[in-house]
């Protein structure tokens, strides 16, 4: 059965149709061409998908489309200001905290949702935080390093609304 | 892989001139994919879509061993929505005659009945069919419409079972390879491999000390986070089209081109951003598949695994067996090592036990060496490459034993490792000698580092391990051009698994003596570029950068040509610095890039240097762990203290993704020592087909691991480069498992270190002290 579901996505108004067993992952990937949001495991085991949905962190693929009815989802392409970086990718970069790369763009929602609850984590809170999110390829440590880097001047852009660390 | 060089690739010419002019080789600039990266716009196997396209999915054995009597697709293809099925019926026959190129795997027969079954199914999760609908509700309905009459057959997953004379047989005709006479009956043994160096009977008499032990480790996933993926379109006129992500888009064009019997110009094969491979996307599963359904139906056809079908019909790396016996003097120099290694194939031959017993011993002078490799059939998937394959396990049994020796003569464990190291010149029992390794240096920086004099506390040890991989270089191809504006595009065909692009411009940036950021990588599809061989063998940067490094000298030469040409002088009159040619005479006479760029027209035409080469003399890489552990005496747990990695990598092209190379596999080889396993039922169904179960180490479960890079130039390559990506997964093994010997005052030689087996060790090791 298909369904008609109005939400905000990336702060953007839209309108999608999906058929009432779609989970969020695939209507980001297929009806909206979002592919930024990764199919890892279809489970809820490997993060790969995360998003943040009114807010929340969640795994897209364990969301059904049509529960998103008015709601706001921020996807990895949604994090960068045109072409300004979000603080959060800047950092990935800096510390080489990616090899092949599929793990990410949902380890990068992870940590805004993070920063976002605690904006000065230690390295224990962060390993925890982000234990939802496989990687393969890095051992975490330059991913759990650029989260640091990135926490103070995460932080230090919120305080200043002028700067361009974050808009939502 | 042991390889002396057949012919010397023109290395020698550019090597001494070329090496670090720009200064960019050693610093750690941001990678040019990083930014598609971060921000979600690179495109990996599943991100693509054509219009039309069709979902194909793959209908799999339930049985772990079964004869097929009847395919029955008549009622699925009856489904509206459903637009072709195909089973083995529909794959050309391979004979035996031409299944392998000289003997040499892989065995395009069985890889053919390992897509799709023929006859018999060997695993659950084995492919019978494949289905292709207009959406996946429709192929998911059509899965439950096939019907199968199955002859079900006793199965058999363990190893050591499966070599019984009495265990079910994957394969009637099966005939043990490298036994002579042959033998008479089949049997699971697929082959025999023996390597003997010196007389191990005359060492073991020479023996103060001689330690034996029995090793097991249980198969485990390569666990990349993205599924195999891929999109097939094939033309009218046979024309085909792949997209996917795999370790080689030559690779998949060559098997694909091979399994169904098409010229290999007729495949053009467009390689994706890969979410990892470590081995395991080194051969195919769903191309040849799509290709068949798109031939089929006319329209393209996407094909995507579930994680439950990577975990059933694709990896792993084999489980295995080891039973050696080491043999010391008093003073600690081993003079002899004998043994059998039995490691699992899978449902067809194959499994890497003969680099297991290449590599076990290969960090140590030792004279005397007989190791025996078993390769057995069982009814799991066929086990592929998986870093540094057939090493770690081999090495944990080496490391173990080494670390049981320095224990009964109460010496330092990395003492005894020196004592034995080898050295330049040292004769390998697989066959070479050693040059320009760098094995000694890591124990000595290991001796040095803080780590290990650090103190530990109740319930801790330390562990030490060391690590050797061949490392390989092979055909490698890599282009360069001059784009009118003078800016620079490095193209190669060598998918970028793990921050490649970036070596391959800087070390391009050093020899045209410009700057990075001039400088575009692009992987391009196998109609663009001379064949390269896939990305593995930690071979990339050694291989393809040499090719990347020689492309670069041979376009400074062009563009000298071009300058005197334009200049009209003869091309000795002018030279080449920092990105500009000069004019010797007068040297405030100079061109850049775009200038010569905008004179291309008149000098002979776009400017473009394509170089193939086949690259050898690739440098060997060694590794030495120290490891420090806590156990729970309560549950049993590990928990991993302290980590520190230290690595001969040669020259680190960019240091910050060789400390990840070195860190990734620490924490996979820290994954396979404590937790991952494959469990089964007893009708040998997969238990744990999913990361909830199977579960590779997270965040939470490992510290930063600490590395140390040491830089023995290997003298073969422009700038020094030894591979680095395979060598760090073979001492973590070894490292915790004696640093947990050390905590619990007991040795553990099953892998995993579950906290059950840890617990029950501790309990074991009370009782004695009581």
Known sequence: ?????????????????????????????????????????GTGDCGACSVILDGELVCACLVLAVECERADIRTVEGLATGTTLHLLQQAFLDNAALQCGICTPGLLMASKALLDKYPDPDETQVRYWIAGNLCRCTGYDKIVRAIMDAAPKYALAQALPTETGDRS | MNEEPTHYADVAEIAPNNVVVGGVVGTRPVRPDGIDKVTGKSRFGADIQLPGTLTGVVFRSPHAHARLLKVDISAALALPGVKAIITSDDLPEITEELAMDKGQSPDFRDMSANILAREKVLYEGHAIAAIAAIDNMTAQQALSLIEVDYAVLPHVIDLQQAMEPDAPLLNEHNITKGIKPAPKKPSNIASRYEQVHGDVAAGFAEADIIITEEFTTQPVHQAYIEPHACLARVSPSGKTDIWCSSQG???????????????IADIRVFPMEIGGGFGGKTTVYLEPLAVLLSQ??????????TRAEVFKATGPTSGSYMSIKIGARQDGTVVAVEGVLCYQAGAFPGSPVRLGCMTAFAPYNIP???????????NRPKSAAYRAPGA??????????MDMLAQRLDMDPLALRLLNAADNGTQTAYGVKFKHIGYRQTLEAARQHPHYSAPLGANQGRGVASGFWFNIGGQSSAAIRINDDGSVLVTTGNPDIGGSRASMAMMAADVLGIAYEQIQVEIVDTGSIANSDLTGGSRVTFAVGMAVSQAAATLVEELKRRAALWWQVDPDQVSWSAGTVVLNSSPAKRMSLAELAQHSAATGGPITVETAINAQGAGPGFATHICDVELDPETGRVTILRYTAIQDVGKAIHPAYVEGQMQGGAVQGIGWAL??????????RLLNPGFLDYRIPVASDVPMIDTVLVEVPNPRHPFGVKGVGEVPIVPPLGAVANAVARAAGTRLCELPLSPPAIHKALKRAARRRR
Do not use: H, W
């Open chain 2, 296 to 305: 089929k139906t006319g329209s393209p056809v996407r094909m995507e695994m």
């Open chain 1, 1 to 41: 059965m298909k369904k008609r579901v109005q939400s905000v996505v990336n702060g953007q108004a839209l309108e999608f149709e999906c058929e009432t067993s779609d989970t969020l992952l695939q209507v980001l990937r297929q009806n909206l061409q979002l592919t930024g949001t990764k199919l890892g495991c």
């Open chain 2, 392 to 401: 770690p396990m081999a090495s944990f049994a080496a490391e173990s034993l």
């Open chain 2, 368 to 378: 005397n060496v007989k190791l025996i490799g078993y390769d057995v059939l069982v």
């Open chain 2, 249 to 263: 888009q030559f690779m998949v064009q060559a098997y694909c081109a091979r399994l169904l019997q098409m010229p």
């Open chain 2, 675 to 684: 937790n991952e396993a494959y469990l089964y039922d007893e009708n040998g």
